[in-house]
């Protein structure tokens, strides 16, 4: 990917993406701002001392179509004060980041993404780019949360799922609720097992909190995915 590009834009609209994440839609225009899936960009408020890193939730292919690049931002836990964003609002972004991406060819016949919480952003933007571009590969998802009104996108990942595009499992870790009736817990080897088909021709990428990610890289190894197959990001950073 080309050289980094610094660029000032309006948001186009700030949306509920779950009990506890906002979509923000960057209104890039007629902008260029190539990108690969998978990419991030460090972003804030126009003018901010400091700007914080975030995947990018769309894919190029959706950024060309909508003008607009997509962030999903956590809410909880300190992670971002949004009380300034709302239509019009200008942000700074600076970017593409990242070497989590999804690569130009495929080998592989099957495809899992695994993501934790707002670990979706960047399995989104790469899912909907291997959807558009690689349609007759079996592709599946596990998504874990905490609770079950925190999953983002899931209308629309459900959509792909009705349409047989997409193997979808759920899992939810601290959720009591009644009206719950998926899985439950940590994803662990039972996940896996579930949604693992064929480990040695599986392309996987996996994206969250570091202990989601360390603990799943090797229960894929131990599951039998070569180790280059694995392609992983932790809210850390890459490794």
């Known amino acids: 990917m080309g050289a980094v590009t610094l660029l000032t834009a309006p948001l186009a609209r700030v949306d509920e993406a779950s009990a506890r994440s906002r979509l923000l839609a960057i209104d890039i225009g007629s902008h260029t701002f190539d990108y690969l899936p998978g990419q991030a960009v460090m972003m804030g408020p126009h003018g901010a001392d400091v700007r914080r890193p975030f995947s990018i939730a769309c894919s190029p292919e959706h950024a ?4 607009a690049l997509e962030l999903l931002i956590a809410m909880e836990g300190g ?6 964003a709302r239509a019009g609002s200008l942000v700074d972004i600076e970017g593409p980041l990242g070497t989590f991406t999804f690569p130009a060819s495929l080998d592989e016949s099957r495809v899992l993404f695994v993501a934790g919480g707002t670990g979706i952003a960047p399995v989104r933007a790469m899912l909907d780019h291997a959807l558009r571009r690689h349609p007759a590969e079996q592709i599946s998802l596990l998504y874990s949360t905490r609770r079950s009104d925190e999953f983002a996108f ?6 792909h799922e009705r349409a047989g595009r997409l193997e979808l499992h759920q899992t939810v870790t ?3 609720s009644t009206s719950w009736d998926g899985r ?10 579930a949604v693992l088909h064929e480990p ?8 969250g909190p570091p202990s989601l990610v360390s603990e799943s890289a090797a229960t894929l190894l131990g599951l039998g995915v070569p180790s280059a197959l694995i392609r992983t990001e932790s809210w850390g950073g890459p490794t």
């Open 79 to 84: 992670s971002e004060d949004l009380r300034w």
């Open 184 to 193: 439950r817990g940590r994803i662990g080897r039972s996940h896996f097992e």
């Open 64 to 67: 060309a179509e909508t003008h």
């Open 200 to 207: 040695a021709k599986t392309l996987c990428f996996v994206c």
């Open 174 to 176: 601290r959720d009591d």
């Open 154 to 159: 899931i209308e629309e990942l459900r959509a």
